[in-house]
């Protein structure tokens, strides 16, 4: 279908599917179609209808949810809409679902979907939520030994939520798999399918133009030819950029971002991989300066060509940003880029020295070199609702949300990479760092980082309850980083391995359009 047809398809669906959300109907209804706007990737075409239908509901609701006979699929997808949109859903309400000893009934195991949802609402909980610890054990148990019972539509819907529930997917990744699921259902509404559907080419399309560009300006910084070693993913890092921000109203900060993370990608590779201890003193003091008259200091041909590249990107963004007058926010990215190079210095001197850091030494730094405040500004250099107050946030960085994104960032990284850098022979590891520091196994090392991770996205879905301290786009721009970083390195290295691990997302999510 042309481009120009799906548009035109678009609008009209749209035009329904405000009347089913403004016309008086059941309010469990009304929050279950949310759900399904939600989950189908359509929910950013209905912002303000659906907070205005929220804000009403869940004053409603959370008076009088225990007092209605509402089975568990139902009651969790109401806890799932709300905790998703901010609003701080008690969780007690799931206590009807025990029996008296305090465990969930048993009887409850063979309601696949109330099982499903269910799981898919304990990924919200905060930490100290214990009947929603006690959830996510009881249904992962079940779910486990559902999977070969189920019909094998509902199998694969089941493999992919255990494998990465809804709240830690790529919308993206997550609205194409649903609407597969959906289509397959006994009852889908064939508006919201259609609507799905022809939005979801229509944006695709989208993105396909967006990329292309991106690729002939990567192409003509001609990178490759100056720095061999570095890796090129114009590609992959787009993707990501998806993940960040699918909307079409993102176009100009989808652009801007992409540049910016290619150039510090190429950055952190000569850091990591390339440049001897010296050249990278003389980088790293470059890069403080920030003056193209430091290009004179740099000792190698390859150093100049980066920095000189380095300054003409910030510099092409700066124009950007500065005719909406919001030069604060590339001030605050260039600020955040200056304290990054140093601690990639300071982890490049442990490897030059040979020296193993305590892990409280090296965490100390490598919270830093995770880059994760410096990619959230990037991220948010190019959105219109980044104001001046939400880059003070990002300055005074106290916030659980911040916190929370650097852990994330962090022990991701270094559970996936560990076994790359035991090959390389590399001493100031994470994992290495606190197996020495606590006399433990690497297992257990692994282990306790993984615990920190989920006490670290709890920390998250904290902070994105309300009253937040920045706009709710912000907020979500936060986590939909954290959903990437899942998606590319929960198990693997798939930013090096994107072959194995990105490569079919990639294909349905921008190349593949879905069968109408």
Not at 240 to 264: D, Q, S
């Amino acid at each position: 279908m042309e481009f120009e047809s799906l548009c035109r398809q678009v609008e009209v669906l749209k035009k329904k599917v405000k009347g089913m959300l403004s016309a008086p109907s059941d309010q469990v209804e009304k929050i279950l179609l949310i759900n399904s706007l939600c989950r189908l990737g359509l929910s950013y075409h209905f912002e303000n209808e659906i907070e205005e239908q929220l804000s009403y509901l869940f004053v409603s609701l959370s008076k009088h949810m225990d007092d209605k006979d509402y089975d568990l699929e139902t009651v969790a997808a109401i806890f799932q809409v709300f905790r998703l949109h901010g609003y701080r859903m008690r969780c007690d309400v799931f206590n009807k679902f025990k029996e008296g000893d305090g465990e969930f009934k048993e009887v409850l195991a063979s309601d696949v979907k109330g099982i499903l949802s269910l799981y898919e609402a304990s990924q919200f909980r905060i930490n100290g939520e214990k009947i929603l610890d006690e959830a996510l054990a009881f249904t992962t148990k079940h779910l486990e030994s559902l999977t070969d019972q189920s019909s094998p539509h509902l199998r694969e819907y089941i493999g992919n939520a255990l494998n990465r529930p809804y709240h830690k997917g790529m919308p993206r990744v997550e609205a194409r798999q649903y609407i597969t699921f959906y289509e397959k259902e006994e009852s889908p509404n064939e508006t919201l399918l259609k609507l799905a559907k022809y939005d979801f080419n229509r944006v695709q399309f989208l993105h396909q133009q967006e990329l292309s560009i991106l690729s002939s300006w990567s192409k003509d910084l001609n990178i490759a030819s100056q720095l061999s070693y570095a890796r090129n993913r114009t590609v992959e890092i787009f993707f990501w950029t998806v993940g960040f921000y699918f909307e079409p109203r993102y176009a100009l900060a989808r652009n801007i971002f992409t540049k910016l993370l290619i150039i510090l990608g190429f950055i952190d590779d000569t850091y990591d991989a390339y440049g001897t201890f010296e050249e990278l003193q003389c980088f790293t003091d470059a890069i403080q300066r920030w003056d193209i008259s430091a290009l004179d200091l740099l000792p190698a041909d390859y150093l100049k060509f980066l920095y000189g590249a380095l300054l003409n990107v910030y510099d092409e963004v700066d124009r950007m940003v500065s005719m909406d007058g919001r030069c604060y926010s590339m001030s605050f990215t260039k600020d955040e880029l200056k304290k990054i190079v140093i601690s990639y210095l300071v982890e490049a001197q442990w490897t030059h020295e040979g020296y193993m850091p305590t892990f409280d030494e090296y965490l100390d730094i490598a919270l830093h070199s995770s880059a994760a405040i410096l990619v959230i500004a990037e991220v948010l250099v190019g959105m219109e609702e980044a104001d001046a107050n939400v880059f003070e946030w990002l300055r005074q960085g106290d916030s659980k949300s911040l916190a929370a994104i650097k852990i994330i960032a962090r022990l991701y990284d270094d559970i996936a990479t560990n076994e790359d850098e035991e090959k390389r022979g590399l001493v100031a590891c994470g994992i290495k760092c606190y197996m020495k520091q606590y006399g433990v196994s690497k297992e257990e090392a692994i282990e306790e980082f993984r615990k920190r991770l989920v006490i670290a996205w709890n920390e998250l879905n904290e902070d994105h309850m309300r009253p937040a301290t920045v706009p709710m786009q912000i907020l979500n721009r936060v986590r939909n980083i954290a959903c990437v970083i899942d998606l590319t390195y929960k198990d693997e290295d798939g930013f090096t391995m994107s072959e194995k691990i990105l490569k079919d997302h990639i294909t349905k999510v921008l190349i593949e359009p879905i069968p109408i």
